[in-house]
């Protein structure tokens, strides 16, 4: 599986912004998906996941509320729609695919392929 993620920018404390990953494979439906991110000097963090028909869903505490996750297997696309952006959330936002059909943990260990990541810095 291959993936690219796009769709970040620069924007101010408040906006919107949505990111897009594009995935190769036949067998697109049958990942989970995740959205991770990672500031300088900070680990790489859990954000948000999806299950493989997409009827399942989860966020990290920070961004519930304000973020949503989906993805269109028909074109083998899963996109993090954020909302209500805060400076904090500058990071590197990278896209990833699990070998299963929900990540075992929303460790970044438990997915296996990687996008490259987009970056988004949110101005206060």
């Keep these: 599986v291959q993936l690219q993620a796009s769709g970040g920018g620069l924007v101010q404390a408040g906006d919107s912004l949505r990111l897009s990953c594009a995935a190769s494979g036949r067998t697109f439906s049958t990942y989970g998906l995740g ?3 990672q500031a300088p000097g900070k680990e790489r963090e859990f954000v948000s996941a999806i299950s493989g028909s997409g009827t ?4 990290a505490n920070s961004v519930k509320g304000r973020f949503t996750i989906s993805r269109d297997n028909a074109k083998n696309m899963v996109y993090l729609q954020m909302n209500d952006l805060k400076p904090e959330g500058t990071a590197a936002y990278y ?11 929303y460790s970044p260990v438990s997915y296996a392929y990687w996008g490259q990541g987009t970056q988004v810095t949110v101005s206060s």
Excluded: G
């Design 35 to 37: 959205w991770f991110r």
């Design 56 to 59: 399942t869903t989860a966020y």
């Design 95 to 105: 896209c990833a695919a699990a070998r299963k059909y929900w990540a075992d943990s």
